[in-house]
């Protein structure tokens, strides 16, 4: 009898269940939600509900104190705590929270993956496609396609990357799909010396193209910091140039401003705000429509205010693309810009801006990165660099790091000279193609992990120190006085006095 009762009341529950949603049991779904970590979900914890066929939910995960939301699993994904999923099945999704201060890897950790890096031989053009309701890269035949790789320093200085090996070894060794070519317009750049700079320009995509990544032709706009200054004033000209030379190249990324910013140096700069915004944009447009006249559907990549920490002004106000094939900036140094930004309405914050951009239309490309402080030095912050990097990877954000130098910078790939310490890595990595562990910085190590998608290994860097004297083997180490010495003195290994 008990039994009979309950069973009337489980059928009488779901009756009503079907009533209040106004559906029959198959226009209802459930919709289970988990948590891994110390966290909750709102509007509800650890628990299901069921909802009418097409009914969007929005949920946000929130963090306990100690802790920090990581990702969605399951039906959702992506690193943004808020997000709404749309019912058309039975949908379990978890929200998985870290420990600050665990480095521990997951099984499925954003970090451990490169399926999406794919060479331009497989994917072909690039364009800019929808998924899960933003706007990101694809392929050719409209899957996604993720680009990693490493950018040069400035051409004017360090022109002897420009070589098969290194190529080959970035392509190879390293997996890179993509190697951006820094062209400074100024400090000494192509505005000093044109066609020399420009063959390196054009030796530099032959490279590419031939070993099978992307190549991304970057217009280096730094100082001054406004893209409409007088130095500036052959970009026409200049893209005009490469794409006559290489037209509708599917390898070829036009990055039409490095970094505008306030910098006033030998010309103006601009502000960050709306008005600096719409500089940019008035500059880029016209590039955009000759390249678009004359055939050349390549993506283009396009700075924002602030050195490229702006892409929400763009995602207001985007460049006017005939085939919405353009792309807007984020760049970031993980010892200065934070990333535990949770939604995109903090404009003070780097990553905020980039959630406040992919909500709002537009996809986003961090053409470039560093492990140091933005002034490249200091660090490297490679935990930062994690945080950063998960969230790229999550929400399909191509990136290339700064920088394929030995210059003596934390932020550059290969060891520097240091006297009594280390040599300087060749550019040329030899007949084998790959720059061994001695080779590269801590920051090129860790790179090279990031864009493989491997778990990352530090080196014992102390095997490669030489020790010139030693003094804790009980010995004066060939030390004694000058034979010539009228001082009457003697030399001998003494604790206190070790070096």
Known sequence: MLLKRKLIILSLLILMTYIVVGCNP??????????????????????????????????????????????????????????????????????????????????????????????????????????????TLGDQAGNLIQLRGMSTHGLQWFPQIL?????????????????????????????????????????????????????????????????????????????????????????????????????????????????????????????????????????????????????????????????????????????THDASAKDGSNRANAMSNVIYALENGVAVFASEWGTSEANGNNGPYLKKADQWLRFLNANNISWVNWSLTNKNETSAAFTPFIMGKSAATDFDPGIDQVWTAKELSLSGEYVRSRIKGIVYEPIDRTKYSKVVWDFNNGTAQGFGVNADSPINVSVSDVDLCRW
């Open 26 to 135: 198959n226009d209802i779904y459930k919709l289970t939600i988990n948590v891994q970590g110390k966290g909750e979900v709102t509007p509800f914890y650890n628990n299901s509900k069921i909802y009418k066929k097409g009914a969007e939910v929005t949920v946000e995960a929130i963090a306990l104190e100690g802790w920090e939301f990581k990702e969605w699993r399951g039906n959702l994904g992506g690193t943004q705590p808020k997000q709404t999923i749309t019912m058309t099945d039975d949908m379990t999704i978890t929200a998985v929270f870290t420990d600050e201060d665990s480095t521990e890897y997951s099984s499925n950790d954003y970090l451990l993956d490169n399926s999406k890096v794919k060479k331009p031989s497989e994917a072909g053009a690039l364009q800019i496609i929808e998924h899960s309701g933003q706007k």
């Open 163 to 335: 070589n098969d090996n290194a190529f080959a070894a970035l392509a190879n060794d390293w997996e890179a799909n993509v190697i951006r070519l820094a062209m400074y317009v100024g400090e000494g750049g192509y505005a000093s010396d044109p066609q020399i700079i420009k063959k390196r320009v054009i030796n530099g995509i032959e490279l590419a193209k031939a070993n099978d990544m992307y190549v991304i032709v970057d217009w280096h706009v730094l100082a001054p910091g406004d893209p409409n200054a007088e130095i500036y004033s052959g970009a026409m000209d200049f893209f005009k140039e490469i794409s006559s030379k290489y037209p509708n190249d599917p390898h070829i990324i036009y990055e039409l401003a490095n970094e505008p910013n306030s910098n006033n140096t030998d010309g103006p700069g601009l502000t960050n705000d709306k008005a600096g915004w719409l500089k940019i944009k008035n500059y880029a447009e016209p590039i955009v429509k000759m390249l678009r006249d004359n055939g050349n559907d390549n993506l283009v990549i396009v700075g924002t205010p602030n050195w490229s920490q702006r892409p929400d002004l763009a995602a207001d106000n985007p460049v006017n693309d005939p085939i919405d094939n353009t792309v807007y900036t984020i760049h970031f140094y993980s010892g």
